[in-house]
């Protein structure tokens, strides 16, 4: 029977994380491979079994993974970098390429398109031999046939695996796409053996963004080349994130049996469809990156509109990309209202085959007829509810505009310089001070209400005592209050603003053992109390010294969430953007003269197609604007952004307007202030000269030189002193003299 239904990729993780825990155990030592070995066989049984079961005919195998995807696929292409060539244990090698070993410096990581899952950067040089290592992807082949089940092989494509590598002398990855090739055909030989028929799917997510002509073209080339293989291999070419028309325009004459597109996240796919010239269709109709139940209305319209260019029985649904980024299952959630308008990963595996039943079988049977008429009503609720619409959030949002802040920012900068007083190079950190088990402690204790909220408000003061009589034993100059009382910079704020939900097992895979639990913004958003004052106030009331106010920003919030879909993200990110005007306005009033506004997602909301980026620039340059447009001309506006990836944007950072700056440029040296004083960037900065991901405490020598360097570029008075990003993952005994040999260096250059 010709397959109906696939999906995209499973999460791996586990219903309660655990391959987290059992990676954990074995890189503490305390478990043995063979019982990592067989908690990952169990999942990927259980995982194949709960989508064999729900009716899936195509379900992925190699979408396991001990670490990340692409990092298997340089082991697959035996693209080991020299460092790690020495450590003869494939298994000890895998893990140090990934986390760094006593004598090799883990593999770069970075995030996956527009993702907040991490991928392991592949690193190519000119001795590198490729050659196929396929034992993992057979393995995975044959456990899942013993099972009764003959997978699609989900391989990460050569394109992508290489448009996403770095080269040692900068050389065009490309160059080795001939090389790549033959080990790829090579692959695709040896799994033909695997069974009568076998189904590769080759992920190609590069051909969404902006594909040159020169991509387009070795693609094709590549496909061409595929032509040889043995004819039981069926090739699905998979794009997802955005749409991919310019590559599918091409690939009509390829030997491919089937194309895989989202149709969630890139609508005008529609358009490719002429040239599918008898091919299988992927019908990404299910949401791989929300929570939302599917609209079956919707997509039932939308496959029928697809199937008006096409013939109908070439179309197979699934899901709109790998369920990797959404959570497990709804089942261990606990009763909520909005339980009932999400799906997570088997809910979703769920809808791709009941929309396959309902787009396939021309009479519907009672049972689906009643799934659909609950879906519709289901859907209704979700948009309607008296627990989604707030009307004076509506009315606030439609009358209000983007307000200028009062004054220009070289008044504004001159009159704090007058009032604040501060020395030149002023010192200060970027919000959150040790984490420890301590503070960890209280917070649990308190919410499982094993302690009143005077014993909890007592412990976190007493932290915030300590924290600031640290800072000025330090002699830093604008100090913070560490920061005690969040675990997480958007979780916190979520869990005080009204329309956001936060699941209890949610989690999704943000990098190797690494889990994050997405809040979910399902409502209009409002702040019912304030959110911070307290805190700050009782800080500032300790400290002769400025107190810096600490907020997360109203696109960061947005992008580290999952969005309700019936409203635009522009007005969602709006409606933080009010609240958190409320915040300032409050924190203002009390008092507080400096106020940062961090915004560590601002790049990773941009849009994968050029032509969408301008849009998105200005509301979100709006909305962050939108949010400090309360302060005064006196008080300080800060933000931060901990990346270093700013080539394409600084002119964007300029229209926010924040009086001061504070980036990540530690490890980069000066190259990411120089773009700064090429576009003439005329407020205030704060380069980081402290790599916060290093245990390392260096010298005030090695300070000194940071930041003598950085005032090559910029004139001192521009500048501003601090560490790359928080420090909440550090401990005290490196943050302690850390801090004190960056703030004895900055003396130092002061009196020279
Ligand atoms: N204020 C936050 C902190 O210091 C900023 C974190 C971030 O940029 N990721 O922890
Ligand atoms: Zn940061």
């Known amino acids: 029977m010709e397959p109906k239904t696939l999906i995209t990729g499973f999460p791996r993780i586990g219903e309660k994380r655990e391959l987290k825990k059992a990676l954990e155990s074995f890189w503490s030592g305390k478990s043995s491979i063979e019982e990592l070995e067989k908690t990952s066989a169990n999942l990927r049984k259980k995982h194949w079994q709960i989508q064999q079961s729900k009716g899936i005919d195509l379900i992925s195998c190699n979408d396991f993974s001990w670490y990340d995807n692409m990092l298997d696929t340089i082991v697959m292409l035996n693209a080991i970098p020299r460092r790690f060539q020495s450590i003869s244990d494939k298994i000890n090698r895998y893990f140090a390429m990934a986390r760094g070993s006593k004598d090799a410096v883990a593999m770069e990581m970075t995030k996956w398109f527009n993702t907040n899952y991490h991928y392991i950067v592949p690193e190519l040089s000119n001795k590198i031999r490729f050659s196929l290592d396929a034992s993992k992807i057979i393995k995975e082949y044959e456990e899942a046939k013993a099972l009764g089940i003959s997978p699609k092989i989900n391989l990460i494509g050569p394109l992508t695996f290489l448009g996403l590598s770095k080269t040692e002398n900068g050389d065009d990855p490309y160059n080795h796409l001939g090389a790549v090739t033959t080990v790829y055909k090579e692959l695709l030989e040896k799994v033909s053996e695997l069974d009568e028929t076998v189904y590769v799917q080759l992920d190609e997510p590069m051909m969404v963004k902006d594909p040159s002509q020169k991509q387009l073209e070795l693609l094709k080339e590549t496909l061409d080349c595929f032509a040889a293989v043995a004819g039981n291999v069926r090739i699905i070419l998979t794009t997802y994130f955005e749409h991919s028309v310019e590559a599918v325009t091409l690939l009509t004459n390829t030997p491919l049996w089937g194309i895989g597109l989202d149709f969630v996240h890139g609508p005008d796919n529609i358009k490719a469809i002429n040239s599918l010239n008898g091919k299988k269709l992927i019908a990404g109709v299910v949401d791989g990156r929300n929570i939302w139940i599917n609209n079956l209305e919707q997509s039932l319209e939308l496959l029928n509109k697809i199937a008006e260019k096409t013939d109908r029985r070439n179309i197979i649904i699934s899901s709109s990309c790998s369920l990797l980024h959404v959570p497990f299952g709804l089942e261990n959630e606990p009763d909520n209202s909005v339980n009932n308008w999400m799906s997570f990963a088997k809910e979703k595996v769920e809808e791709t085959v009941l929309l396959s039943r309902l787009f396939n079988n021309s009479k519907q049977t009672e049972n689906d007829q009643s799934l659909l008429e609950q879906n519709r009503a289901t859907i209704i609720e979700k948009e309607t509810s008296p627990l989604v619409v707030n009307n004076e959030v509506l009315e606030r949002q439609k009358i209000s505009k983007t307000n200028q802040r009062e004054g220009s920012s070289d008044e504004r ?108 913004i399902y409502g209009d958003v409002s702040r019912p109390n304030p959110m911070t004052v307290k805190w700050i106030t009782y800080a500032q009331s300790k400290t002769k010294k400025i107190m810096k106010g600490m907020l997360t920003g109203p696109v960061t919030i947005l992008n580290w969430s999952f969005v309700r879909v019936d409203k635009p993200r522009s007005e969602v990110s709006k409606q933080i953007a009010l609240a958190l005007s409320d915040e300032i306005r409050d924190l203002q009033t009390a008092g507080i003269k400096i106020i940062q506004v961090d915004e560590a997602a601002f790049k990773e909301g941009y849009p994968l197609r050029k032509m969408n980026i301008a849009d998105y620039e200005t509301w979100a340059v709006e909305n962050f604007r939108l949010a400090v447009s309360q302060a005064e001309k006196g008080t300080q506006i800060h933000t931060h952004m901990c990346y270093s990836n700013f080539k394409d944007i600084v002119d964007t950072l300029e229209s926010m307007d924040a009086d001061v700056i504070t980036i990540e440029t530690a490890r980069s040296g000066n190259s990411l202030l120089k773009i700064f004083k090429e576009s003439g960037y005329k407020n205030e900065i704060g380069p980081g000269v402290y790599d916060i991901h290093s245990p390392r405490i260096p010298s005030v020598q090695e300070f000194s030189d940071q930041i003598v360097s950085r005032m090559e570029v910029l004139p001192m008075e521009q500048l501003w002193i601090n560490p790359d990003c928080g420090l909440k993952t550090r401990k005290w005994e490196e943050v302690k003299p850390t801090l004190t040999n960056m703030v004895k260096a900055v003396q130092e250059i002061r009196s020279a």
């Not at 932290?463 to 640290?470: K, L, M, V």
């Not at 979520?494 to 053992?513: D, I, R």
Request: glycine share 8%; net charge negative; aromatic share 12%.
């Open 413 to 520: 900068l001159m009159l704090q310089k007058n009032t604040f007083k501060l020395p030149p190079l002023p010192t200060t950190t970027i919000g959150s001070f040790p984490q420890t088990q301590e503070i960890r402690r209280l917070r649990r204790n308190f919410k499982k209400f094993e302690i009143t909220s005077e014993q909890y408000e007592e412990g976190i003061k007493k932290y915030i005592d300590e924290c600031i009589s640290e800072q000025e034993e330090i002699g830093l100059d604008v100090l913070v209050h560490g920061e005690p009382e969040r675990n997480d910079m958007v979780e916190y704020f979520g869990e005080m603003l009204e329309g956001f939900h936060f699941t209890t097992n949610g989690w999704v895979q943000s990098y190797g053992s690494r889990c994050v639990k997405p809040p979910i």
